[in-house]
């Protein structure tokens, strides 16, 4: 299952609409999640109903929070939209199956308590990648301790599910000319990596949202290219011993 978990307190501002950007997302297969961080009304209602748009274009999910509240909307936001992806992904089998709205509710009840604890069952072993969006524009300055601590609760959540997890971070707006967004961490599920990424953050001045959601697609993108060449070498290696 694939997730970008975009962190973010205000509005974009530059490039392609950030809306745009994560359903492009969603129609490949990655969901789009947005926490909004608030500490006093500086996210305005314009903001808020961005953050909305976005994570509704994305199939996911937003929630505008405090630093205080942060971490523990993160870790939950996280493993709450695994259980809606499978059971989305249940619903849909059951409509083709049964017919109707597909909901769990036309099931008979003994039927219906073993799907929910296949459900269950699936969101802690099904494999999991999530890539952590930061909003590093200069007005998250004062919100990087709480966003540093959300992620590595974040990834000791990941670390503690049956199934493998995988965390990636990009931060935006990108450090080098050109880009949108910088990949501070590759995939990786060894929690000492975290640590080391905020003191090189630097914080600046716009906000492309958009932009930088459309790289990390084009990151999931790249990877999937990737697998899919090795496992054709693979198939030919195998044909050359056989």
Not at 136 to 147: D, I
Not at 151 to 167: F, H, K, N
Request: net charge negative; with cysteine; hydrophobic share 35%.
């Amino acid at each position: 299952m694939k997730q970008i978990l975009l962190i973010t307190d205000g509005c974009s501002n530059v490039g392609l609409s950030p809306v745009v950007a994560a359903s492009q997302a969603y129609s490949e297969g990655i969901t789009v999640n947005v926490v909004g961080v608030l500490d006093g009304g500086d996210l305005g209602e314009y903001g808020a109903k961005e953050i909305q748009e976005i994570s509704e274009a994305g199939g996911g999910m937003s929630r505008t929070v405090s630093t205080r509240q942060l971490s523990q909307t993160v870790q939950m936001m996280t493993r709450k939209t695994v259980v809606q992806t499978i059971q989305q992904a249940v619903q849909k089998e059951l409509k083709s199956v049964l017919g109707g709205s597909g909901t769990l509710e036309e099931l008979p009840p003994e039927k219906r308590s073993e799907v929910v604890r296949v459900i269950d069952e699936l969101g802690e072993t099904s494999k999991l990648r999530v890539a952590l969006l930061i909003d590093a524009s200069a007005s998250m300055k004062s919100k990087m301790a709480a966003v540093e601590e959300a992620i590595r609760d974040l990834m000791l959540s990941l670390q503690s599910r049956q199934g493998v997890s995988e965390l990636s971070v990009f931060h935006f707006p990108a450090d080098r000319h050109g880009d949108d967004a910088t990949l501070d961490l590759d995939w990786t599920t060894n929690l000492s990596g975290v640590q080391s990424l905020f003191p090189k953050l630097q914080m600046r001045g716009t906000t492309p949202t958009g932009p930088a959601l459309q790289q990390v697609v084009q990151y999931y993108r790249q990877g999937m290219e990737e697998r899919r060449r090795d496992s054709e070498e693979d198939e030919m290696r195998s044909g050359y011993v056989g």
